[in-house]
């Protein structure tokens, strides 16, 4: 019994992934490109975003950022972004997945830069 106890309380500890597991913290990318989702879900926001490559070719990025509550502290609300936008987006690349990155922060074409970084993940990035 204590033994499934332990179990139930570890789980959450396991469910979430390590920010230096996935993303290198020690290189920063930016990444210019079109909006073309944002998912404001939980556990965490996903800004997708086409970018033209040399050959003016399309790719697909993703970048991962913080919850829906810590954008929302940090001046964020879910039509933050739509799709059309140009945005420039400052990340940390992915050690797993082509055309993935943490991302720390979006810059507006108006020049705002939003926070996107989940807390304590800046502690991980040298």
Request: glycine content about 6%.
């Amino acid at each position: 019994m204590l033994a499934v106890l332990g179990l139930i309380f570890c789980a959450p500890a396991f469910a979430h992934h390590s920010f230096a597991a996935e993303y290198d913290g020690n290189q920063s990318i930016s990444i210019t490109g079109t909006v073309t989702k944002l998912e404001w879900t939980n556990p965490h926001v996903f800004l997708h975003l086409e970018v033209r490559d040399a050959s003016c070719i399309g790719v697909a990025w993703t970048f991962e950022m913080a919850s829906p509550n810590a954008l929302l502290r940090r001046g964020w609300n879910k039509n933050s972004l739509v799709a059309g936008q140009t945005v420039t987006v400052e990340a940390y690349p992915s050690k797993v997945a082509q055309h993935a990155a943490k991302a720390r922060s979006v810059k507006l074409s108006d020049g705002r830069i939003l926070y996107a970084l989940s807390p304590g993940d800046e502690e991980q990035t040298r």
